[in-house]
């Protein structure tokens, strides 16, 4: 089963976008970087986006997670284990991915967002994608440099919070900021449109999440990759300044 998504490019990154969770190829000539990966139920997901822009899962020399929920480690942990690719994160987060413990909202938390417009569909469409899943990834790593030595060289932006070891991914090449689930531009249970924190349900630290945007307004990037909703355009600090604004929002 496939599901349908649309790839923007910018540069030499390109975002895949689905409905419910995104995820981002780096081109360096012949070689990708894959940056999360879906669901488990996305796996052929991504290896058809990487077919799309004109590559093979042969191409893919590292896997980058910004954070180890299953909507983004899922579908990367089956592809780097399928395929042999290696894959990073942030040292604090590499005990999540191993699943040594877990912070992520349990079947017991989801009536703390059932009530939410479109929370029924969405329980119901990411249980069909594998979203109870709760197996790790056995081989990742840590990354040990800010910039990365893989194929669009990643600068590691560490935004604890949403996570404990989240991290987003500036692309200089291309004026990208792969912000992961740190700031996002839309979610089927959010009403907004735009920057924004994702629902507070979904975060493990909602201060940390808030105060990682100081980090965010930092970064010298034009565009936005988020974890889930479209692409943006405009300065990071603005988007940062957008998603605080969102922080104590909790109306259907």
Do not use: K
């Amino acid at each position: 089963m496939t599901t349908p998504y649309t790839i923007t490019r910018v540069g030499d990154a390109y975002l895949v976008s689905t409905h419910h969770v995104n995820w981002v190829l780096v081109e360096d000539g012949h070689d990708l970087t894959l940056i999360d990966g879906g669901y488990p139920g996305n796996v052929v997901d991504v290896e058809r986006s990487v077919r799309e822009i004109g590559h093979q899962m042969g191409d893919i020399r590292a896997i980058l997670l910004t954070h180890a929920h299953v909507d983004h480690l899922g579908g990367a942990a089956r592809i780097a284990a399928a395929h042999g690719i290696d894959a990073y994160t942030g040292a604090v987060e590499v005990p999540h991915a191993r699943r040594d413990y877990l912070q992520q909202l349990s079947p017991a938390q989801i009536p703390f967002v059932l009530w939410r417009r479109g929370a029924v569909g969405w329980v119901l469409d990411i249980t069909r994608l594998g979203g109870t899943d709760r197996t790790g990834l056995a081989q990742v790593e840590s990354y040990d440099a800010a910039r990365l030595d893989l194929p669009g060289a990643p600068v590691a932006v560490p935004t604890p919070g949403h996570t404990d070891g989240h991290t987003a991914y500036a692309i200089p090449g291309s004026g990208v900021l792969v912000s992961g689930d740190a700031v996002i531009t839309g979610h089927a249970v959010s009403r907004l449109h735009g920057p924004q924190l994702i629902v507070r349900p979904f975060s493990h630290d909602r201060g940390a999440t808030t105060d990682a945007l100081d980090v965010i307004a930092e970064v010298d990037a034009g565009t936005l990759f988020p974890g889930h909703g479209s692409v943006w355009t405009g300065s990071m600090r603005d988007a940062a300044a957008q998603a605080a604004a969102t922080a104590g929002f909790w109306r259907p």
